[in-house]
Every structure is written in C-alpha cells, then in structure tokens.
T-cell receptor, first 115, second 111 residues
C-alpha cells in the first residue's frame, strides 16, 4: 500500500494563478482532509470530506475549493493564488472506528510558494 | 473553541537524558487525543491515541499518558534518532475526524 500520496511535492505560483494539489489514498478510508502548516501556527484544517460527494469547510477555507468524486481522491484547488497561501499543505485520511475515527494518515506534503 | 497548547516549544537533551513533553487541552467532549512525530520535510507520523483519563500507551522509549486536562509524552533514555517535532492533537466528539493541533515541541537529542 502506498498510503496517502500527494503531488506535486514543490510548487511555485505567481499571484493570481490557479492550481490543483492532488491527493490520493489506497486504504479505502471514508474520511479525507486538507491541512496547512505555517510556522508557529500548527496544522489548520482547510476542508474535509466524510465520503464521496460530501465535503465541508474547516477552520481556514477561504480561497480553496475541494470536491470528492471518488473514495480515493480529494483534490484541493487554489482559485487565485495569494502570497498568504504560501505554506506546506498536507492531505490526510482516516477510517471510521465505531462512533469515532481512528488515527489520521498523512501524505508527505506539498510545499507551495506564491510570489 | 478547542485549544491545544504544547510545551516546551523546543527541548534539547543529551542521549540517555529522560524528559517529558506536555500537551494541555481544552475541548468540549474529548473523543481522542493523538500524538504524532514529524521529521523535517515529512508528514506527521502517528504514534498514539488516548481516549480516556488514566490511559497510558507505550512504544519503545515513548510513553503517553492522559488526564482530564493534559497529556504527557515521556521519553526514556532518548537516542539521537528520536530527534523530531512531536505534535499533539485532539478530536472532539461529533466532529468526524477533525483534529485540532498544537504547535509542537521540537526535540533535539545529542550524543
């Protein structure tokens, strides 16, 4: 199993450009999420999905869109990149365990710089 | 609003020098508390889940404990390969798998 795979690993964008960060998991997990990690801020939730066709906003959703057409894939779209979106982005997946969820499995991250 | 505070921000230990990392949390209805390890340039790697006060879990040189207000990650006789950032996160009941993270403790273990 590859686990959670993110592409690309590094990306430089110009202000105003759009792009899609890809995330795929092969563990058949229902739950997927996107976090951003900034120095001194910890990981913050952007968007999440509890299953195919279902998405919802997290703590910092502005400027980002998501969709979940399959269980495996959960792409994150930046609509019009801004320097404030310079960050490291992590995708994670998790499984339902009774009434709660098990541990999250994280991808290796995408380091995005917006100039 | 859920809050997680980790201390210290950074910790430098000599090999074999045991210590503890602290994670204080405020959450309405804790479903689980998670510890992760993160190496530079990598994604967080799962270590432990604790579900209720009094619970303890161990793995090699690491032991995690949980009270109603905080969790400790005890590191016994650390080695240089234990150097990493250790992250604590909480999951609130009824919030699917959404995690609230602390800012981490950066641990360096020297020879």
């Amino acid at each position: 199993n590859a686990g959670v795979t993110q592409t690309p690993k590094f990306q430089v964008l110009k202000t105003g450009q759009s792009m899609t960060l890809q995330c795929a998991q092969d563990m058949n997990h229902e739950y997927m999420s996107w976090y951003r990690q900034d120095p001194g801020m910890g990981l913050r939730l952007i968007h999440y999905s509890v299953g195919a066709g279902i998405t919802d906003q997290g703590e910092v959703p502005n400027g980002y869109n998501v969709s979940r057409s399959t269980t495996e894939d959960f792409p994150l779209r930046l609509l019009s990149a801004a320097p404030s979106q310079t960050s490291v982005y992590f995708c994670a997946s998790s499984y339902q365990q009774g009434k709660s969820f098990g541990e999250a499995f994280f991808g290796q991250g995408t380091r995005l710089t917006v100039v | 609003e859920d809050q997680v505070t980790q201390s210290p921000e950074a910790l430098r230990l000599q090999e074999g020098e045991s210590s503890s990392l602290n994670c204080s949390y405020t959450v309405s209805g804790l479903r689980g508390l998670f510890w992760y390890r993160q190496d530079p340039g990598k994604g967080p790697e799962f270590l432990f889940t604790l579900y209720s006060a009094g619970e303890e879990k161990e793995k090699e040189r690491l032991k995690a404990t949980l009270t109603k207000k905080e969790s400790f990650l005890h590191i016994t006789a650390p080695k240089p390969e234990d150097s990493a950032t250790y992250l604590c996160a909480v999951q609130r009941a009824g919030t699917a798998s959404k995690l609230t993270f602390g800012t981490g403790t950066r641990l360096q273990v020297t020879l």
